[in-house]
């Protein structure tokens, strides 16, 4: 299993980003999958999360700019990642927790390597 995230960069304050996280190897449909962040200095935290069956969950720091979605004929997530602000510096990983974890998932099994989001004020 290969969770390949992408379209991380640098963006200027207040702008957007997509990433998006395209598993390989098996097929997610019936996977709850998530992103985290681990800012400069600090723990790897919670984003977001999108569960099999359409439920979504956000962390405070992100509810209403950011918005996860999943295409299960890709096997991709996506972030969209809008009003962001320079807290959101951050690498990026996406997950996906094995089915049966129930819904929010507390574990997740796989883990994807990562991309830079570098947001400028």
């Known amino acids: 299993v290969q969770l390949q995230a992408s379209g991380g960069g640098l963006v200027q304050a207040g702008g957007s980003l997509r990433l998006s996280c395209a598993a390989s190897?098996?097929?997610?449909?019936?996977?709850?999958m998530g992103w985290f962040r681990q800012r400069p200095g600090k723990e790897r935290e919670f984003v977001a999360a999108?569960?099999?069956?359409?439920?979504?969950q956000y962390a405070d720091s992100v509810k209403g700019r950011f918005t996860i979605s999943k295409d299960n004929a890709k096997n991709t997530v996506y972030l969209q990642m809008n009003s962001l602000k320079p807290e959101d510096t951050a690498v990026y990983y996406c997950?996906?927790?094995?089915?049966?974890?129930?819904?929010?998932?507390?574990?997740?099994?796989?883990w994807g390597q990562g991309t830079q989001v570098t947001v400028s004020s």
């Open positions: 997950a996906v927790a094995s089915r049966g974890r129930g819904w929010p998932p507390t574990t997740y099994d796989y």
């Open positions: 999108r569960g099999r069956l359409g439920g979504s």
């Open positions: 190897g098996r097929t997610f449909s019936n996977n709850s």
